[in-house]
């Protein structure tokens, strides 16, 4: 009797850290890629992901949707997400310098679609008391020097747009208990153009294929989701993601 007990208590420890709270809006995969995403993201053994996509596929939704999953549950190994993105305007150099406001006014700027879809996920009170309270924090990738990110979930989006100098500053910063989701296309690629070869992404999706812990994922332009006129204009600018080399 006291052994079932027992079974029965540690029965419900399990599905209590493994429940989402009901704040969470519950995920509807639009697309057999994005539950594909979602699991590998999921993978205890996936400490770095490095995820290719075009415009439109959800690659930012699911991993937002994924991090603030993982971080609230009972006895996660995660304090709190970091967002981090490139100072890049479309077309353009970095820019940070150039823009009105404080340091974290020019962070928030680059960080606006985020917080809108954090906003969907867990609506816009917990959004702004996980800002608050620091379980969620926003970065740009210039100011990662020095930096202890341990016990943190880290999503590098529109990664593209770094060098590797910037994306090696970040990989030097982990920790055994740090998740690192770097994403990109380098179709969009304003920093470096044509000349995509150049950019941080590219260079850590060649360098790290055979290194434990790294898992990949690559999204086609089949996976965008966009509204149906929005996927129709992306066609016509020939998206060439599908063809970019990248194995």
Same mark, same amino acid.
């Given at each position: 009797?006291?052994?079932?007990i027992?079974?029965?208590?540690?029965?419900?420890?399990?599905i209590?850290?493994?429940?989402?709270p009901?704040?969470?809006?519950?995920? @509807?995969f639009q697309?057999?890629?994005?539950?594909?995403?979602?699991?590998?993201?999921?993978e205890?053994?996936?400490?770095?992901?490095?995820c290719?996509?075009?415009?439109?596929?959800?690659?930012?939704?699911?991993?937002l949707?994924?991090?603030?999953?993982?971080?609230?549950k009972?006895?996660?190994?995660?304090?709190?997400?970091?967002?981090i /993105?490139?100072?890049?305007?479309?077309?353009k150099?970095?820019?940070?310098?150039?823009?009105p406001?404080?340091?974290?006014?020019k962070?928030?700027l680059?960080?606006?679609s985020?917080?809108?879809?954090?906003n969907?996920?867990?609506?816009?009170?917990?959004?702004?008391?996980?800002i608050? %309270?620091?379980?969620? @924090? #926003?970065?740009?990738? /210039?100011?990662?020097?020095?930096?202890?990110? %341990?016990?943190?979930?880290?999503?590098?989006?529109?990664?593209?747009?770094i060098?590797?100098?910037?994306?090696k500053?970040?990989?030097?910063?982990?920790?055994?208990?740090?998740?690192?989701?770097?994403?990109?296309?380098?179709?969009?690629?304003?920093k470096?153009g044509p000349h995509?070869?150049?950019?941080? #992404?590219?260079?850590?999706?060649?360098?790290?294929?055979?290194?434990?812990?790294?898992?990949?994922?690559q #999204?086609?332009?089949? %996976?965008?989701?966009?509204?149906?006129?929005?996927?129709?204009?992306l066609q016509?600018? /020939?998206?060439?993601?599908?063809?970019?080399?990248?194995?």
């Amino acid at each position: 009797m006291k052994g079932d007990i027992q079974v029965l208590k540690s029965y419900r420890r399990k599905i209590l850290a493994n429940s989402i709270p009901k704040f969470i809006r519950p995920i @509807e995969f639009q697309t057999e890629s994005q539950k594909t995403y979602y699991d590998i993201i999921g993978e205890d053994k996936s400490q770095i992901v490095l995820c290719h996509g075009m415009a439109g596929t959800g690659k930012t939704f699911i991993s937002l949707q994924k991090a603030i999953e993982d971080i609230v549950k009972r006895g996660s190994p995660y304090s709190k997400l970091c967002v981090i /993105n490139p100072t890049v305007d479309v077309g353009k150099e970095d820019a940070l310098g150039f823009l009105p406001g404080t340091l974290m006014d020019k962070i928030t700027l680059y960080n606006e679609s985020a917080i809108w879809i954090l906003n969907q996920i867990i609506g816009k009170a917990h959004t702004k008391k996980f800002i608050e %309270d620091g379980k969620i @924090e #926003f970065r740009v990738i /210039n100011h990662m020097r020095g930096l202890n990110l %341990d016990h943190m979930y880290i999503i590098l989006d529109e990664a593209q747009n770094i060098s590797p100098l910037q994306v090696k500053t970040l990989l030097t910063r982990i920790h055994d208990n740090t998740k690192l989701i770097i994403q990109g296309d380098l179709s969009q690629c304003d920093k470096y153009g044509p000349h995509y070869i150049k950019s941080g #992404f590219y260079d850590i999706w060649e360098r790290l294929k055979e290194v434990e812990g790294v898992r990949y994922m690559q #999204f086609t332009r089949e %996976d965008c989701v966009r509204s149906g006129i929005v996927s129709r204009i992306l066609q016509t600018y /020939n998206y060439n993601g599908d063809s970019i080399e990248l194995k």
